[in-house]
């Protein structure tokens, strides 16, 4: 399973990125307000930004909803950097833009995906990856591991090049569940991959090695 980072901080993105596991980076426009980030120019330097830092994929989302004003904007950020996924709401234009895209080789990421609906839409138009939101489900008692599950199996029986990028992924149990379902990809933020690492025996064992070795290394007295 793919790792993505879903944020727009460069500090979070170099770190996730030096760690060694990072695939990719979502962000979102509110992600991108988050850090503050506003303006056409600041927006197409700090995307650039982070397609220096990863050189892998970066989803830019597109603000316009009208079909036109989005290819046009999903067109500029494309021509950015080869790494530039554009990302694409779940709407009627959405997935009329998506085919557009998909006959013009650049790759998409349709966003607010919540029933597996929306994506067979998405993935027929062609898009790149789906982003179903799990979190967001759980948070109105909706099962969103579920609906990843529906999709992978979808997706699965039609042979669809479409990957399922598990969104909203609040905790570290969402991530083992994605990679037990299948899902192609997971986004999330920095403390979520981060709490992957930690287990108290890991800590607790390696603090007993490093306290045999040191008793064992002891200055012989003589
Ligand atoms: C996905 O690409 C979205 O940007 C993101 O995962 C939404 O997460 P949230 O529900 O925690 O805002």
Do not use: W
């Amino acid at each position: 399973m793919k790792f993505f980072i879903d944020t727009a901080n460069l500090a979070d993105i170099r770190e996730a990125q030096e760690m060694g596991v990072l695939d990719g980076v979502t962000t979102n426009p509110s992600l991108m307000a988050k850090e503050g980030i506003t303006g056409k120019d600041n927006v197409m330097r700090h995307y650039k930004q982070i397609c220096e830092i990863v050189g892998s994929d970066v989803s830019a989302e597109v603000i316009s909803i009208k079909y036109e004003e989005m290819i046009k904007e999903g067109d500029e950020l494309a021509e950015l950097d080869e790494n530039i996924v554009v990302k694409i709401p779940m709407t009627g234009d959405g997935v009329k833009a998506i085919k557009y895209f998909s006959e013009k080789g650049i790759r998409t990421n349709c966003t607010l995906i919540f029933s597996a609906g929306q994506a067979l839409l998405a993935a027929k138009a062609g898009a790149s990856f789906v982003s179903p939101f799990v979190g967001r489900l759980d948070d109105i008692s909706t099962d969103g591991m579920e609906l990843i599950e529906q999709i992978v199996t979808i997706f699965t029986n039609y042979g669809y090049t479409t990957e399922v990028l598990a969104a909203s992924v609040r905790h570290p149990m969402h991530v083992i569940k994605c990679a037990e379902i299948g899902a192609d990809v997971m986004t999330a933020p920095l403390s979520v991959i981060k709490a992957l690492l930690n287990h108290p025996l890991t800590d607790s064992g390696l603090a007993k090695f490093l306290a045999d070795h040191e008793k064992a290394n002891l200055p012989v007295k003589k």
